[in-house]
Nanobody
């Protein structure tokens, strides 16, 4: 499975941004895709996840009400719509996939495949 993120760039505080994650390769019928972010010198932290079969979603508290995760089945692409961006959202954003489950784990260690990351910078 290959994951390719895109959409990261420099924006101003309060602006919006949409990240994309295109998946290719063989996937199971049940899988979960997620967004993580990483600040310099820290571990990757969970942002949001979506079950491909059920469309159930989960968000970390700091992005609830501002970020929306959704997917396009036909394009096999996952998105992260980020509104009301803050400087604290500045990070490298990664997409990840875990196969064979509809559970929405928040631990990065459980995910099988990762994209290369895309930089989001929010200026104050």
């Amino acid at each position: 499975v290959q994951l390719v993120e895109s959409g990261g760039r420099l924006v101003q505080t309060g602006e919006s941004l949409r990240l994309s994650c295109a998946a290719s390769g063989r996937t199971f019928s049940d899988y979960v895709m997620a967004w993580f972010r990483q600040y310099p010198g820290t571990e990757r932290e969970f942002v949001a996840a979506i079950s491909w079969r059920t469309s159930n979603t989960k968000y970390t508290d700091s992005v609830k009400g501002r970020f929306t995760i959704f997917r396009d089945n036909a394009e096999n692409t996952m998105y992260l719509q980020m509104n009301s961006l803050k400087p604290a959202d500045t990070a490298i954003y990664y997409c990840a996939i875990i196969q064979g489950t509809n559970y929405l784990p928040e631990s990065a260690e459980l995910y099988d495949y990762w994209g290369q990351g895309t930089q989001v910078t929010v200026s104050s």
